[in-house]
Nanobody, 120 residues
Framework: QVHVVESGGGLVQPGGSLRLSCAAS????????MGWYRQAPGKERELVAL???????NHADSVKGRFGISRDNAKNTVYLQMNSLKPEDTAVYYC??????????????WGQGTQVTVSS
């Protein structure tokens, strides 16, 4: 059993900053990629940022230069630093964790989501 829990969302004014955290716990052999996705009302879920086990990152064009993904492997935790927030960043942010098992199979786990609202 693996649990993925996000935290750090909230209400922030345009131009402000937030830092999201996502911790994975439970029966974890190793973690491959960890990522952040978001879903705004009436829209499909989209990738925001991804980080591999080796630390390589990929950010959506819409957040490049404003958001930064990082991870602490010792804590099985991934972070999303969000700066210069815009109203269009308003969404539920979800964490996704790829767990690799000893038989080399990989399973993906989602967190419950955390609401980020950017509004004055």
């Amino acid at each position: 059993q693996v649990h993925v829990v996000e935290s750090g969302g909230g209400l922030v004014q345009p131009g402000g900053s937030l830092r999201l955290s996502c911790a994975a716990s439970g029966s974890i052999f190793s973690i491959n990629a960890m990522g952040w996705y978001r879903q705004a009302p009436g829209k499909e879920r989209e990738l925001v940022a991804l980080i591999t086990s080796g630390g390589s990152t990929n950010h959506a064009d819409s957040v490049k230069g404003r958001f930064g993904i990082s991870r602490d492997n010792a804590k099985n935790t991934v972070y999303l630093q969000m700066n210069s927030l815009k109203p269009e960043d308003t969404a539920v942010y979800y964490c996704n964790v790829a767990i690799k098992y000893s038989d080399n199979t990989v399973s993906y786990y989602w967190g419950q989501g955390t609401q980020v609202t950017v509004s004055s």
